[in-house]
């Protein structure tokens, strides 16, 4: 069964912590992304990988961490110096034209 | 930077009626445009992508323009259904950012039945 797998679906984080979100695919992609979405907003770019063990900054980076060791895996690591972290977290990976999408982690910061 | 634009924000139509959405960008030069869709609470599904170099793309019901030197791109739904009701995102490519996707905030639709 091919596609991109988010987990865990919700997620939950006292303040003050790290937390990680998983983001795997098995379609042999090569570019990978992090978007974040907020209620009535659109995607916003956190982080992109065009191969791995490389990665660049998107729009709003700050806070965010992330590695690309493994083609399949993009791990988005939300840290403690983030602001306001509750968003829906969306993956995708592209074989170059488009973007195929997860289903997303929701984080709440309680 | 490259901002998307989607009017109207928010649209209920009766069932069968046919409906227009649009989105417009400030910078013509992009890669492509993509309109997807989205369900509450969950991903992305693309339903057209418009290369650069294309006018239009159709799949069933829906049929998506480009007019990539006014900056401006519409989505046209035919018939429409109660289960069409859901998030329309209108996204560019442009070239840098890794190919990255630039986002409008999206129409949100209601057909009712």
């Known amino acids: 069964d091919g596609g991109i797998t988010q987990s865990p679906k919700y997620l939950f984080r006292k303040e003050g912590q790290n937390v990680t979100l998983s983001c795997e695919q098995n379609?042999?992609?090569?570019?990978m992304y992090w978007y974040r979405q907020d209620p009535g907003q659109g995607l916003r770019l956190i982080y992109y990988?065009?191969?791995?063990?490389?990665?660049q900054k998107g729009d709003i980076a700050e806070g965010y961490s992330v590695s690309r060791e493994k083609k399949e895996s993009f791990p988005l690591t939300v840290t403690s110096a983030q602001k306001n972290p509750t968003a829906f977290y969306l993956c995708?990976?592209?074989?170059?034209?488009?973007?195929?999408f997860g289903p997303g982690t929701r984080l709440t910061v309680l | 930077k490259q901002e998307v634009t989607q009017i109207p924000a928010a649209l209920s139509v009766p069932e069968g009626e046919n409906l227009v959405l649009n989105c417009s960008f400030t910078?013509?030069?992009?890669?492509?445009l993509q309109w997807f869709r989205q369900d509450p609470g969950k991903g992305l599904t693309s339903l057209l992508l418009?290369?650069?170099?294309?006018r239009e793309q159709t799949s069933g019901r829906l049929n998506a323009s480009l007019d990539k030197s006014s900056g401006r791109s519409t989505l046209y739904i035919a018939a429409s259904q109660p289960g069409d009701s859901a998030t329309y995102l209108c996204?560019?490519?442009?070239?840098?950012?890794?190919?990255?996707?630039?986002f409008g905030k999206g129409t949100s639709l209601l057909v009712t039945p």
């Open positions: 995708a990976s592209s074989p170059g034209n488009t973007q195929y």
């Open positions: 379609l042999n992609h090569d570019a």
């Open positions: 990988s065009q191969i791995v063990n490389d990665f």
């Open positions: 910078d013509s030069a992009i890669y492509n």
């Open positions: 418009i290369q650069s170099s294309q």
């Open positions: 996204a560019v490519t442009v070239s840098n950012s890794g190919y990255a996707l630039n």
